[in-house]
């Protein structure tokens, strides 16, 4: 069972995909039933991996690696360290979250829908647990499809737009991490004489730091675009006000997870040199990320919209700690990244509650909904103090770590850090306050249904983990840091390699013997 749990997690919402076809598209509460079940099973599935999991044992577990195109290396190679475990529990949760959020949101196409949801959630672990290359981007391209398909067909009125932007930005990082993998594939084959896309293989690989700089620059670009890092950050906010309820879930609580996981999994430990050289440069980007985002977000009139631009700036404290390259830094960019999909992903899910009421995101429409929705407003004050890394919330948990972390690498960047922090606090309970408290001033606020059972059944666990994280990360932490000191380990390898560099000194040669070429020893 062991040695088949990753392919099950990965390709079970697939069958639930095969039971949909034979459902009658009209039958819509069965096709939601089945959804659900599916969404739910696989989480189950999830639970027991994360059981089984040993925290204290270093490299992969669960691993499969069967050949598949024996001719070109190609291998079905799966398997998971403690970041990709909590990636995949991510994904399971919210897997499960939006077919439950999404059972009154979507009236037409719903059987399309449910399918392009389980398709995604496919996609999504595919990337998680993929060890061979050509794997990895067979399932990044895979989860491009039905994301096209939930934000173009089931979006808001800029939808097309919206769909076409996100593709096209996508795809574009996605040629340039093509050209990289294949470089990789042929260097290897020149130094091995073997065929092979093996990520475990080519981490040991000695890619000289020139080709390494390029390569580096192919990969990260595909994640900067996925992550987003400013200035690669434009296609998100369309894409999010856009999507339908869940699609924004998914997309602030996962995808932008890939591009983060792909530096960790990728750029990190096989281009620890060049890794290195881009530390200045991708800190500076964070940073005017996070100042960026943080300012702009806080002059939306729409509450979507300004959670939003609040993923770019949070999205910049994880590239900030994982490029401080300490363990710190680096626990608080993994652990931030499962706390930006709990807090982000609950704040739309908030959002897409009260549009199902009001069908408006506009601030200005609200105010005084603690009086007609007090239990509504509870849950929304929860959520945005998370957000905002209130202490025992588990946003607290990661900005800590990142700017300790920060602080020990390079102190200027930490304090410019910091100042995310402050501006988060600003737009974020000025936009709660401007929302659920004061006067009611729209008569349409008045008598405002509040939180059913299910919408109940949507936030709770979301508010669990809230907490549990916040009070208690020991367990996500334990399980990371084996992973995480394999990473730093060959990041310390490379600054050692990098200063014998550095300090090699070139050959004597004496002015006077320059036309002779030798250098005359006195006596001889």
């Known amino acids: 069972m062991e040695n088949q749990i990753l392919t099950l997690v990965t390709f079970f919402p697939l069958m639930g995909i095969i039971l949909l076809l034979f459902v009658p598209k009209t039958r819509h509460d069965t096709i939601k039933a089945v959804s659900f079940i599916v969404a739910f099973i696989n989480l189950l599935w999830s639970i027991w991996m994360y059981a089984m999991f040993d925290p204290v044992a270093s490299g992969m577990q669960f691993e499969v690696n069967i050949p598949w195109v024996s001719g070109f290396g190609i291998h079905y190679h799966l398997g998971i360290d403690g970041i990709s475990l909590l990636l995949i529990m991510l994904t399971t949760i919210l897997s499960t979250i939006v077919m439950i959020s999404s059972w009154n949101a979507i009236k037409t196409g719903v059987k399309g829908y449910f399918i392009s949801m389980l398709l995604l959630e496919t996609g999504m672990i595919g990337v998680f647990v993929s060890l061979d290359l050509f794997l990895f981007y067979v399932f990044w391209e895979a989860m491009l499809i039905p994301m ?85 950050h434009t296609w998100l906010p369309d894409a999010h006000v856009e999507a339908p309820t869940a699609g924004s879930v998914i997309l602030a609580g996962v995808l932008l997870k890939m591009g983060t996981y792909g530096f960790i999994r990728i750029c990190l430990p096989m281009f620890p040199e060049a890794t290195l050289q881009f530390v200045p440069l991708i800190s500076i980007l964070a940073i005017i990320g996070i100042i960026y ?76 909904l603690s009086k007609s929705m007090p239990v509504f407003s509870t849950f929304f004050m929860i959520v945005t103090l998370s ?138």
């Open 148 to 232: 096209y398909f939930i934000i173009g067909v089931w979006g808001g009125p800029r939808k097309i737009y919206a769909a076409i932007k996100f593709v096209l930005f996508t795809m574009f990082g996605s040629l340039l991490m093509l050209v990289a993998l294949l470089y990789l594939f042929f260097m290897y084959h020149g130094y091995t004489g073997e065929y092979t896309f093996d990520m475990l293989k080519m981490y040991e690989m000695p890619i000289p730091l020139g080709a390494q700089t390029y390569i580096f620059l192919a990969f990260a670009l595909a994640f900067a675009i996925k992550v987003p890092i400013w200035p690669f």
């Open 293 to 368: 985002g943080a300012l702009v977000a806080m002059v939306q009139r729409d509450v979507k919209s300004l959670v939003a631009f609040s993923s770019v700036s949070h999205l910049g404290f994880v590239m900030l700690g994982m490029f401080a390259l300490n363990l710190q830094g680096m626990e608080g960019s993994v652990i931030q990244m499962i706390n930006h999909g709990i807090s982000t992903g609950a704040l739309f899910l908030i959002v897409g509650m009260i549009y199902e009421r009001r069908h408006t995101r506009m601030i200005a429409d609200f105010g005084g």
């Open 387 to 524: 957000s905002i890394g209130l202490p025992f919330t588990n946003g607290f948990v990661g900005e800590f770590l990142i700017l300790l972390g920060t602080f020990a690498s390079n102190k200027v960047y930490a304090v410019l850090g910091a100042t995310g922090v402050i501006l988060a606090a600003c737009y974020m309970l000025w936009m709660l306050q401007r929302v659920i408290f004061g006067k009611i001033t729209k008569p349409e606020n008045e008598n405002l249904k509040d939180l059913d059972g299910r919408e109940k059944l949507v936030l709770i666990p979301l508010v669990i983990l809230i907490f549990w994280i916040g009070i208690y990360p020991k367990p996500f932490l334990r399980r990371m840091e084996p992973a995480v000191n394999d990473i730093l380990s060959r990041v310390e390898q490379a600054k050692v390699k990098l200063a014998e560099m550095e300090n090699k000194t070139d050959p004597v040669v004496y002015e006077d013997d320059r036309q002779l070429g030798t250098v005359e020893i006195e006596g001889e």
